[in-house]
């Protein structure tokens, strides 16, 4: 799953010059959030493999589109139609993933676990990496899963 969107990453950072975020971010953006999201699943009871690949897939539409506003409303029949491509989940699972890319930036409302473990996993990436956090809702989120302690009791 994570070289198919490895290549899908250097397919489009050919076609896109003006990226708001450069390939390399995205490559190592993409992995870590996996990576994180697959602990907090073993952590939260939560499918690891369904887990994993939302975190891969999670930034999609910017993947494609090279710009961030609306990336994850406008990765998720993007997002459908490549897991489709690779035909390595089934028809309930495929949604369920591209839900989570849909809503993973709505870091201030409440979705699913699996949405909220990408939603998670990819402000602790953002703050493991020292990205500043532009929106309250993300700010908030970090400031949550702190208080909770997520990062001591993944790491």
Known sequence: MQLAL???????????????????WEKLHLSSVSRIGTLLALKRGIDKDLAAISCTCHDYGRIITGKEENHAENGYPKVKDFLEKLDVLSSEELETVAI???????KGEVGSPLEELVKDADIIDLYLYEIPLKREDQIKRLENLL????????L
Do not use: F, P
């Open 100 to 106: 989570a890319v849909k809503n993973h930036s709505k």
């Open 147 to 154: 208080e909770e302690g997520v990062l001591t009791n993944i």
């Open 6 to 24: 490895l290549r899908e990453i250097d397919k489009y950072s050919e076609l896109l010059s003006e990226r708001e975020a450069s390939s390399d």
